[in-house]
């Protein structure tokens, strides 16, 4: 009956999980391209955003620690705490790019193929890790242990390169923030 009760829970979020893995990546895009007029831009937004990441991946390592010490409530508190940081940077860095203009990377020769590989990887990873990141979590709010597990190994990697990833992007290109 328990391995039943598994299939409901999958079945019952799976529909929500997709919808939001095509929605969220998709308002992003077209979110990128729409300009606010008349509003005064949101330069002081970046360094927050950025901030926001560097905690998201302390957040995730705290975490790891935390399930690794067999404390699954700070886990639990920890992961949603690091689910809700990034839910408020994707806000802000949304608000940002509807306020502002793109900023052009200003480095020259090799750094700026660093730069690009970094930048380009990381917008690939945080679009291929939120399907990875709400079955993760759906699988541990439905107590389904083994396969949260299974997934989490994979997320937690993922999550992390796309938070640490964030915070060099910006300390990379924030010299030539206008």
Request: proline share 4%; charged share 10%; with cysteine.
């Amino acid at each position: 009956m328990n391995n039943q009760n598994e299939i409901l829970d999958d079945k019952k979020y799976n529909k929500l999980i997709v919808a939001l893995s095509i929605i969220i990546p998709v308002a992003v895009a077209i979110l990128f391209g729409v300009r606010i007029p008349n509003v005064e831009p949101l330069s002081f937004l970046p360094p927050i955003y950025a901030t926001i990441n560097g905690l998201t991946a302390v957040i995730l390592v705290i975490a790891l620690i935390a399930i690794k010490k067999k404390n699954i409530v700070l886990h639990e508190n920890l992961m949603t705490t690091a689910l809700w940081c990034s839910v408020a940077f994707l806000v802000m860095y949304v608000a940002y790019h509807m306020t502002s203009d793109s900023t052009k990377f200003g480095g020259e020769g090799a750094i700026k193929y660093v730069y690009y590989f970094i930048l380009l990887s990381h917008i690939l990873l945080s679009i291929i890790v939120i399907p990875f990141v709400l079955i993760t979590y759906v699988r541990a709010i439905t107590n389904n242990f083994e396969k949260h597990k299974k997934i989490a190994k994979i997320t937690f990697p993922l999550w992390l390169y796309v938070a640490v990833t964030g915070v060099i992007v910006y300390i990379m290109i924030s010299p030539y923030y206008v």
